[in-house]
């Protein structure tokens, strides 16, 4: 996708730091995997700690370069969890749209993340599985959310829940949160929102490309060719960056020699 | 609990390794009729060899850790099916089932000093090993050698003990369904409830359960099935383990037909292992350590202790959320049958001394400020390690990493590199070193990457205690894997890799033995013939693990100083070798002849002390 582009004139390349936030199991690692290597594992193994990955992305004026950290999803990372979005300039918080429970939690990485991150991260609402649900990305959203509002009015009493989910059962529909539910949500707070498949590929390259036509020029950090290495914008040397964090300064500066 | 002994143990010397005293007792240590000034020479040279010292604090024998772990004082009450933790055996661990049979008989022996003796190989029938076939417990000493009862338990035995023979494992590989079969998930209850007969019936049929938990009764992990499957038997094993402790008693195992269960109780936690595999009280109590030690990696002592100190009542399954996988793959590993485990020892990758000092020489000059161990492992062998002076690495820990690098997918799926935090309860079980995990390509068709075995994938683990180093271990990696390229030592590994284990015929031409184990005491490191051809398939190597699981425990029993173990049966001839140097098993065709055995013995050996520095990490680097 991007390899290809570079080949005419040399465009400005940036990096841009991104970090991706939620529960566990809501396919985190999965929508990294197909971003960077357009691949699919079912089933796989939960991450452990973080891991980093790199990937480019062409855009018409210049290519961004991404840094992925991929976070753990389970509560006794969380506490990590501020060392990987600190500096980051976008964040990707998923949640997986069978489970009600992993938006309520997606919610509060994003009140995180406004409170405790760069002031102008670029953050991104995902919801993930789309092809759990009988949409399965291809289908207009709207038409389903209509759909199934349709269903329930028709049922319209007590047993219509009992017999949606046996109509889900039957259709495949695990749709647990309603596409309209999140898009508000995003909108009130200014996230960026999709839905996506990391197992069809549905929506996934779109998330990340708006994301980096997201990124306001100004805190793009240019002239660093894609050569420069890939540990450009280190956990230290952005920690200096832009946030004063005390506990970290000896750090940074210490580094700060051996980083670049 | 564990607290006191939980300490880094950094004094090398505690550990029963005795290099220098060694060669002292080297007497009894067959020299070899071809160099017969060997064993004299050896004791002028084996001492001054410079790393010496070093190599007794690279991996410490994890032993004496173990032993402080599980020193508790308790009431000592045995009977006869059900043991109780009497205040020394909690030291030795010994194990009841695997050797109570073992080591009561008349075992075979052999005299060393005819084995030893210069001509004793060429001896003929002098007979230098006699081995004799134990006639009391002749029921239980077949148990231990029949690995896979389960499909006709009953009978299968009763026959055995009629005959005064050994069991027999088939001859072709018609099992090998039943062991894969282990691996398989149980399921999970459906919405409506109604295949937990099946899923029941499933879970029995399976050979080897753990389960863990809390001192409280709440179900924390379990191998096959969900805690809501089998919350029944949970609670009965509760049941049983807190009738003992009501009495201020430990119950350590019992059995129930051809199950053995066995019991590790570790602060707030109850480890239960439940294996119709024939293994030994000593194997699976070994087994738990290891689980015990992956929690701990996941929580660290302070937290768990805290945890149950505040409630007792802790769901620890929740704090352990996405570890599950850590503890499923040991599970996997040691049913499908672990050595280093066994031997509580690591194997290293062969390579020449030099290329190994050359990939020492450049992790060395790569070597980041913050760095406290760095390594290089292909496929679970070590390749090279290289660490401060002052520290040491647990085979425990090591395999722990292993464990989760190799073994368990979530760092390798991820397909980038790793920022892990890591508790090494050997090294320090009182907070978390960060562990940066990246995977070499290795392979010169990109093409057939997928296709890179577990044995295959090389890895650079570089652990550092400063979380925020990230960046700093990447820098390293790629100055390292610049050097190692531009020095021809990946290409080195590559062919060491490829190179494989020798098989015994390679060693000792003609050879009768078909499989060979090797630990060098003092290095605590193993070394081994390759599986193929005889051992390749899943059940065949699953039976040879349990062969040498016998040959380890009949060996090491308590209360008896075995120095050659010789035991003949229709499917195998197995043969363990004790010195103060090393401990050597080996398996060969059944009816083997007693000089040739003892002859291809001697000869393997003096091959693994010839090859000794490219078989063994001597000391390694340190800084």
Same mark, same amino acid.
């Given at each position: ?260 | ?73 308790? $009431? ?182 051809? $199950? ?364």
């Amino acid at each position: 996708m991007s390899e290809s582009a570079s080949a005419n004139a040399p465009k400005p390349s940036s990096s841009v730091k991104l970090v991706l936030l939620g529960e566990a199991a809501v396919g985190k690692s999965s929508l990294v995997l197909r971003f960077v290597n357009n691949d699919f594992q079912e089933n796989k193994e939960p991450t452990i700690g973080a891991a980093f990955l790199t990937q480019k992305c062409s855009l018409p004026t210049r290519t961004i370069k991404f840094e992925i950290w991929d976070t753990a999803g389970q509560e006794r990372f969380a506490s990590l969890a501020p060392m990987y979005y600190r500096n980051a300039q976008a964040a990707l918080v998923v949640y997986d749209v069978t489970k009600p429970s992993s938006l309520t939690k997606a919610k509060h990485w994003v009140a995180e993340l406004q409170r405790q991150a760069s002031p102008g991260i670029v953050i991104a609402l995902v919801g993930n599985k789309l092809d759990l649900t009988n949409d399965g990305g291809d289908v207009s959203e709207a038409a389903v959310a209509a759909q199934n509002e349709s269903e329930s009015a028709r049922d319209g009493d007590e047993g219509a829940n009992e017999e949606d989910d046996v109509q889900d059962a039957v259709s495949g529909d695990a749709r647990k949160v309603s596409t309209r539910e999140a898009t508000g949500y995003a909108e009130e707070e200014g996230l960026l929102f999709f839905e996506t498949s990391a197992k069809t590929g549905t929506n996934v390259v779109d998330v990340f490309t708006a994301i980096a036509n997201a990124i306001p020029e100004s805190s793009l950090k240019t002239g660093r060719g894609t050569g420069a290495g890939t540990g450009q914008t280190s956990l230290a040397r952005s920690a200096e960056d832009s946030r004063v964090n005390l506990g970290d300064r000896n750090a940074a500066t210490a580094k700060e020699g051996c980083a670049c | 609990m564990p607290a006191a002994g939980m300490n880094t143990r950094q004094d090398p010397k505690t550990d029963g390794q005795q290099p220098v005293e060694t060669s002292k007792q080297y007497l009894s240590r067959p020299s070899i009729p071809d160099h017969d000034e060997r064993s004299d020479s050896s004791e002028g040279e084996r001492p001054p060899l410079p790393p010496r010292p070093n190599t007794l604090s690279l991996l410490n024998d994890e032993t004496g850790s173990r032993a402080a772990l599980q020193a508790e004082a308790t $009431t000592a009450i045995s009977r006869t099916d059900i043991e109780t933790q009497l205040p020394e055996a909690a030291e030795s661990a010994h194990s009841t089932l695997a050797i109570r049979g073992l080591s009561q008989g008349p075992k075979a022996r052999a005299s060393l000093s005819q084995l030893a003796s210069p001509r004793g190989s060429e001896a003929g029938d002098s007979a230098s090993i006699r081995s004799s076939i134990p006639n009391g417990d002749s029921g239980e000493i077949e148990a231990l050698f029949m690995d896979f009862a389960a499909t006709a338990p009953d009978s299968q035995r009763q026959e055995a003990t009629g005959l005064l023979d050994f069991p027999e494992f088939a001859a072709d590989d018609i099992d090998d369904d039943g062991i894969l079969s282990e691996f398989e998930a149980v399921g999970e209850l459906n919405e409506e409830g109604d295949n937990e007969e099946l899923l029941l019936q499933r879970w029995k049929a399976k050979r080897k359960h753990y389960v863990i938990l809390s001192a409280a009764g709440k179900p924390i992990w379990t191998r096959h099935g969900d805690s809501g499957l089998i919350s029944g038997y949970v609670g009965v094993i509760q049941t049983i383990i807190s009738f003992y402790e009501d009495k201020n008693d430990h119950l350590r195992g019992f059995s129930a037909g051809d $199950t053995r269960f066995v019991v590790l109780t570790r602060g707030s936690l109850h480890l239960v292992a439940i294996s119709r595999m024939m293994e030994g009280d000593n194997q699976l109590r070994l087994q738990l350590e290891a689980l015990y030690m992956q929690i701990l990696s996941t929580l660290t002592l302070p937290s768990l202790t805290h945890l149950f100190s505040v409630r007792p009542s802790t769901d620890l399954s929740r704090p352990l959320q996405g570890s599950e996988s850590l503890l499923s793959s040991l599970a996997d590993s040691f049913t499908r049958g672990s050595l280093s485990t066994l031997l509580s020892a690591l194997e290293c990758l062969k390579i020449r001394k030099q290329h190994r000092q050359a990939i020492n020489n450049a992790l060395l000059k790569t070597k980041a400020s913050s760095l406290l161990y760095g390594l290089l492992v292909a496929g679970a062998r070590l390749v090279s390690v290289i660490r401060p002076k002052k520290h040491s690495l647990h085979p425990g820990d090591l395999q722990l990493l292993f464990n989760m690098v190799f073994e368990a997918d979530g760092v390798k799926a991820g397909g980038g590199e790793s920022w892990i935090p890591v508790c090494l309860p050997g090294f320090n079980s009182s907070g978390y070193l960060y562990m940066y995990v990246s995977f070499l390509d290795i392979r010169d068709d990109i093409e057939n990457s997928a296709e890179i075995t577990k044995d295959e994938s090389v890895a650079i683990v570089l652990i550092s205690p400063d979380k925020e180093a990230f960046f700093e271990m990447q820098e390293m990696r790629d100055a390292l894997v610049e050097q190692m390229e531009r020095n021809g030592s990946l290409k080195e590994i590559k062919t060491a890799i490829d190179n494989g284990r020798p098989a015994t015929t390679d060693i000792v031409p003609g050879t009768v033995l078909h499989h060979f184990l090797y630990k060098s005491r003092a290095n605590v490191q193993f070394t081994m013939s390759s599986y193929a051809p005889e051992f390749s398939s899943v059940t065949r190597r699953r039976r040879l693990m349990s062969m040498y699981n016998n040959l380890h425990a009949s060996i090491h029993a308590k209360n008896t100083h075995v120095k050659v173990h010789h035991c003949v049966s229709r499917s195998a001839t197995s043969f363990g070798w004790v010195t103060p140097i090393f401990e050597f098993y080996c398996i060969a065709e059944p009816n083997t002849n007693r000089n040739a055995l003892a002859q291809s013995a001697s000869k393997v050996a003096q091959w693994v002390q010839r090859e000794e520095e490219r078989l063994f990490i001597i000391g390694g680097a340190v800084f």
